[in-house]
């Protein structure tokens, strides 16, 4: 965690909850946490719940993301919800998680067509990058990180380039692969190196310093504190866990207590 940038902790809910579950899911997350200033909690429910909650939440303890998008603002595209509908509900989104990338088939095109979309909307984009099981037995990894970065972000303009955040989830640590392994705080932060350096390389050291780094893959209550304190890492995107109340919560107090 770094005395600079701010920590996220960010929920991905994937396609879990009704509505109604979300909501009262919020509910008890408010009873338990407390805000501190310097962690931001992210939630992000499935679509249909955005808007309810938008209206439920207390921003000042949890901000909401979308989990996706749809890059162009408005038309005839069937199915899908834009950066301008989301506006004024989420401050943030997900963009090109390792689900989307592969059972949806999305490239990084359409990655980077999101992030653009989501910057013109003033949300910020939370941009997923990680190598698979293949492409790290091959030492595949940083040309993977490499590729994804440029293939995300080359349409964000300079001045905007800092107001990326990155997840680092690599594909064969996330909780929804099949035979997930855990990655070792040395593996994360050699990643989370390489990411900085690309982004140095791509955008300049003031960019790189600037971005937050996040990590995401079958991260709970046992493993947080670790990867929080694995160097250049700026806080957690968390899958399973953050559907477990107590779970979600132990994070939250794990990330304060390092924090302070
Ligand atoms: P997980 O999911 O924590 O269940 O591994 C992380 C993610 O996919 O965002």
Redesign the pocket.
């Known amino acids: 965690m770094s005395d600079t940038r701010k920590t996220y902790i960010i929920a991905?809910w994937?396609m879990n909850f009704t509505v109604g579950e979300a909501s009262l899911f919020l509910k008890k997350l408010s009873d338990k946490i407390t805000p501190a200033r310097d962690i931001q909690i992210i939630l992000a429910p499935s679509t249909i719940a955005l808007q309810p909650l938008s209206l439920q939440v207390n921003r000042r303890e949890f901000k909401l993301a979308a989990q996706n998008l749809y890059h162009r603002d408005f038309g005839a595209f069937t199915g899908e919800t834009s950066a301008s509908q989301l506006r004024g509900v989420v401050d943030y989104v997900?963009i090109g998680?390792?689900?989307r990338r592969h059972i949806f088939g999305e490239t990084d095109k359409d990655i980077r067509e999101k992030v653009a979309a989501s910057i013109r909307n003033n949300i910020t984009p939370i941009l997923?990058v990680g190598e698979t099981d293949d492409e790290r037995n091959f030492g595949e990894t940083d040309l993977v990180l490499y590729d994804q970065l440029i293939g995300g972000l080359s349409e964000v303009a300079a001045e905007d380039i800092s107001k990326v955040i990155i997840?680092y989830?690599p594909v064969w640590?996330?909780?929804?692969s099949k035979d997930?392994k855990l990655a070792s705080p040395e593996e994360v932060s050699d990643a989370v190196r390489r990411i900085r350096a690309h982004l140095a390389h791509l955008h300049g050291e003031k960019a790189a310093k600037a971005i937050s780094i996040l990590y995401?893959?079958?991260?709970?209550p046992s493993s947080a504190g670790s990867y929080l304190m694995t160097e250049g890492v700026d806080g957690l995107?968390?899958?399973?866990?953050?559907l477990i109340a107590d779970q979600f919560t132990d994070i939250i107090n794990i990330s304060k207590g390092l924090k302070s």
């Not at 640590?173 to 929804?176: D, P, Y």
């Not at 995401?216 to 709970?220: A, I, T």
């Not at 995107?237 to 953050?242: D, E, P, T, V």
């Open positions: 991905n994937k997900i998680h390792s689900e997923c997840a989830e640590a996330i909780s929804s997930a995401g893959g079958s991260v709970s995107l968390i899958g399973g866990a953050s």
